[in-house]
T-cell receptor, first 114, second 106 residues
Framework: GAVVSQHPSRVICKSGTSVKIECRSLDFQATTMFWYRQFPKQSLMLMATSNEGSKATYEQGVEKDKFLINHASLTLSTLTVTSAHPEDSSFYIC??????????FGEGSRLTVL | KNEVEQSPQNLTAQEGEFITINCSYSVGISALHWLQQHPGGGIVSLFMLSSGKKKHGRLIATINIQEKHSSLHITASHPRDSAVYICAVGNNDMRFGAGTRLTVKP
């Protein structure tokens, strides 16, 4: 089946630094990629939707200057958490959608900001 | 009121029992997804439904578009089915249920 690879799986950084998370669709071209955030014991929260070659669409309440999303190709989207603070510590997950609407999820990235 | 309501929130079952998880939604949708999230965090899409019923192994998913309701059934449940099951609706504007934490005891 289709595979979506997310990297890194875990990252620890100091407050004020920026962290980049990559999401790659390994065996299909993803027309759309999604980025989610998940707090402990809570469900997924959609942060933004990105389409290749265009600006990401952010959900209400998500700061686009804080969470930079780049979807440079049909197989790669990146999420950069800029000037990270402890409250940005969370589990970040990406998914990629096929043309038929099927979703494939990355393994997730656990960010800890000290 | 949440746009996607799941019930129950938590469910404990004995191995072999028949499991039903329900999802009701209030928005118009083009598709509904059932997702499975294991303790490590990884998420697998189990089904994508726009009408009717789908079956995959011991898992069955149904949707009633008129009633805006979907159910996920697990037959002959097994401890390895223990996970959080999440209902999600929409495509580019996906909304998620709070999840159902299933524990199947041997």
């Amino acid at each position: 089946g289709a595979v979506v690879s997310q990297h890194p799986s875990r990252v620890i950084c100091k407050s004020g630094t920026s962290v980049k998370i990559e999401c790659r669709s390994l065996d299909f071209q993803a027309t759309t990629m999604f980025w989610y955030r998940q707090f402990p014991k809570q469900s997924l929260m959609l942060m933004a939707t990105s389409n290749e070659g265009s600006k990401a669409t952010y959900e209400q309440g998500v700061e686009k200057d804080k969470f930079l999303i780049n979807h440079a190709s049909l197989t790669l989207s990146t999420l950069t958490v800029t000037s990270a603070h402890p409250e940005d510590s969370s589990f970040y997950i990406c998914s990629a959608s096929t043309e038929g609407g099927e979703l494939f999820f990355g393994e997730g990235s656990r960010l800890t900001v000290l | 009121k949440n746009e996607v309501e799941q019930s129950p929130q938590n469910l404990t079952a004995q191995e072999g029992e028949f499991i039903t998880i329900n999802c009701s939604y209030s928005v118009g949708i083009s598709a509904l997804h059932w997702l499975q999230q294991h303790p490590g965090g990884g998420i697998v899409s189990l089904f994508m439904l726009s009408s009717g019923k789908k079956k995959h192994g011991r898992l069955i998913a149904t949707i009633n578009i008129q009633e805006k309701h979907s159910s996920l059934h697990i037959t002959a449940s097994h401890p390895r089915d223990s996970a959080v099951y999440i209902c999600a609706v929409g495509n580019n504007d996906m909304r998620f249920g709070a999840g159902t934490r299933l524990t199947v005891k041997p």
